[in-house]
């Protein structure tokens, strides 16, 4: 009886818990996911790890390398590029085009707007033969790049995302790509924001609906084959009561055009509606300040490597309770920004929110002779 009835207590307590979490709103997509770029929280999922068709939003890995190759001074926005005849014959694949031809030599900056903006197959090609040398010795660089991020479930075949066999991603690893680009590459992410480009004298619409709807989002990226069905990547920052707050959504296999950009939005609305953001510690602010063993310094200041974000459900942020467990004893020699312990933030109903590594701020070498036989004397007699 008595097992019985903790049993009965164990599900009440999980449910409270549970409950305490924000419902998402019904979204449909194939395959969705939602999350907080700041605490790096997922709000929201379905199917994400599901893998699927990417469409064009292919482009975001070929973008990010090709962002990179401007960064280690490859190429440079100016440089203008020869179109060969394998970016030309992109007009028979019956996907977007920037409609350059083989008389043209576009700029890189060009081509990344036709890219980007247009989701142009033939300049993806451009920069990607520009980049790689050829086209499977990019590809390779892609799937090199996709594999150092751990991502279990994206194989790339091709640069444009054209349907092929072997080709695929998933939510979760095409959001790991979008955060990427906005975090290592924040000046060029400013191309997601084009709602237009003209080249050769043809105007056409950035496919994004969102980024003429709702003037909070400021990218990113569409997708559409008839096995993918119609995807986006959105992202929105907003203002909020806790400071600025960027959301990135990522729904695959929408019906339409109007769907892609409606679920999105729907999604971005709850996010910013239904959670808060909270900073609970700055870069390099101490959490703990612990004794340290046989070193030249006494004590070590333990933290957080950079600034601490959690994302809670709203009206939650001033009932969060902090949890540390750390090494101890804690003995010298000990290295800046070596893992010491665990910082865990839980809800008031004991939902964990977050856990990150607890690290030392500064390093404390080994100290001398004396002072280590001291402390090791100290340590046996405790």
Not at 22 to 51: G, H, T
Not at 134 to 156: C, E, H, P, R, Y
Not at 202 to 209: A, E, V
Not at 216 to 242: F, Q, W
Request: charged content about 20%; glycine content about 8%.
């Amino acid at each position: 009886m008595n097992r019985l009835l903790a049993f009965v207590l164990s599900l009440l307590l999980a449910g409270a818990a549970a409950a305490q979490m924000p419902q998402p709103p019904e979204v449909a997509a194939r395959s969705y996911l939602l999350i907080d770029l700041a605490s790096q929280q997922v709000l929201a999922e379905r199917d994400a790890d599901a893998q699927a068709d990417p469409a064009s939003l292919t482009k975001l890995m070929t973008a990010y390398l090709v962002f990179g190759a401007i960064r280690d001074k490859k190429l440079s926005l100016e440089q203008t590029l020869p179109v060969s005849q394998r970016a030309w014959a992109e007009r028979k694949g019956g996907g977007s085009l920037m409609f350059v031809d083989t008389t043209m030599t576009p700029t890189v900056d060009e081509l990344l707007k036709g890219m980007i903006v247009q989701s142009g197959n033939d300049a993806s090609v451009v920069l990607a033969e520009a980049v790689g040398g050829s086209l499977d010795a990019f590809v390779a660089m892609m799937n090199k790049q996709a594999q150092a991020w751990g991502l279990k479930n994206t194989q790339f075949r091709n640069v444009t995302g054209l349907t092929e066999a072997g080709h695929y991603s998933s939510a979760r690893d095409i959001a790991t790509i979008a955060a990427r680009i906005i975090g290592d590459f924040p000046d060029f992410y400013a191309f997601y924001s084009i709602r237009q480009y003209t080249y050769n004298k043809i105007k056409q619409d950035n496919r994004n609906l969102l980024l003429g709807r709702d003037p909070t989002v400021d990218g990113m990226k569409t997708g559409y084959t008839d096995t993918a069905g119609y995807c986006l990547v959105a992202s929105a920052v907003r203002d909020m009561p806790n400071g600025k707050r960027r959301l990135l959504s990522v729904v695959m296999g929408t019906a339409s055009r109007e769907a892609r950009a409606a679920e999105s939005q729907k999604l971005l609305n709850w996010g910013f509606a239904a959670w808060d953001a909270v900073r609970l510690f700055e870069k390099d602010q101490a959490v703990a300040t612990v004794p340290v063993w046989k070193g030249t310094a006494p004590q070590l200041r333990l933290g957080i490597a950079g600034a601490l974000y959690v994302t809670v459900p709203k009206g939650e942020g001033d009932k969060l309770k902090t949890r540390i467990e750390r090494t101890d004893p804690l003995v010298a020699p000990v290295a800046q920004g070596q893992r010491l312990g665990t910082v865990t933030v839980s809800t008031a109903g004991g939902s964990v929110v977050r856990s990150v590594p607890l690290v030392a701020l500064e390093a404390v070498p080994l100290a001398g002779l004396l002072r280590r036989t001291w402390d090791a004397f100290r340590l046996w007699i405790q």
